[in-house]
């Protein structure tokens, strides 16, 4: 198993500018996040999903955008990027909500110019 | 004040001493994770606990949920365990806002010295 994957590892992008983070998971996870981290504070959370076809926003969502149309993947889509959206970007999944592991991918850096 | 404070933010030790890392809570929690990041960059699950105590190779977790308190220990450390290690709980599900998500500590930043 490939388990949780990630593209682009890096990516520099202009302000305005619009991009998908590509995210895929091998291990027929229900739940799938989106986390961003910033140097210096935790990992926050973007949107959750919880099953194909149902996602939700996590506790900071504004700038972006999710779909999940099947089990394995989840992209992150930010549509005007911002120099706010300069972040390391992890997506992770889980089986199940809770007593369940989550498993991450290996991050995407995003740098908006 | 964060809901999830680490202790201490750096730590530098010698190969060989035994390391214990701080992770206190304000919050109710259903579970709490330890959390492993590597210079590269990468998350690897170690532990998650709802109570007790949990042991994998050199790594203890230890939780006490009346003093919302965890600890994370490394015994015998090598310079491979360098990395920043990030505790984490899961609020219950009733919290507020988002009822899926983790509170991150900041991490404790390692550095094992040969």
């Known amino acids: 198993n490939a388990g949780v994957t990630q593209t682009p590892k890096f990516r520099i992008l202009k302000i305005g500018q619009s991009m998908t983070l590509q995210c895929t998971q091998d291990m027929n996870h229900n739940y799938m996040y989106w986390y961003r981290q910033d140097p210096g504070m935790g990992l926050k959370l973007i949107y959750y999903s919880v099953g194909a076809g149902i996602t939700d926003k996590g506790e900071v969502p504004n700038g972006y955008n999710v779909s999940r149309s099947t089990t394995e993947d989840f992209p992150l889509r930010l549509e005007l990027a911002a120099p706010s959206q300069t972040s390391v970007y992890f997506c992770a999944s889980s089986y199940r909500q809770t007593y369940n592991e989550q498993f991450f991918g290996p991050g995407t850096r995003l740098t908006v110019l | ?114």
């Open chain 2, 1 to 114: 004040k964060n809901e999830v404070e680490q202790s201490p933010q750096n730590l530098t030790a010698q190969e060989g001493e035994f390391i214990t890392i701080n992770c206190s809570y304000s919050v109710g929690i259903s579970a709490l994770h330890w959390l492993q990041q590597h210079p590269g960059g990468g998350i690897v699950s170690l532990f998650m606990l709802s109570s007790g105590k949990k042991k994998h190779g050199r790594l203890i977790a230890t939780i006490n949920i009346q003093e919302k308190h965890s600890s994370l220990h490394i015994t015998a450390s090598h310079p491979r365990d360098s990395a920043v290690y990030i505790c984490a709980v899961r609020p219950p599900w009733n919290y507020g806002g988002a009822t899926n998500k983790l509170i991150f500590g900041t991490g404790t930043l390692l550095a094992v010295q040969p």
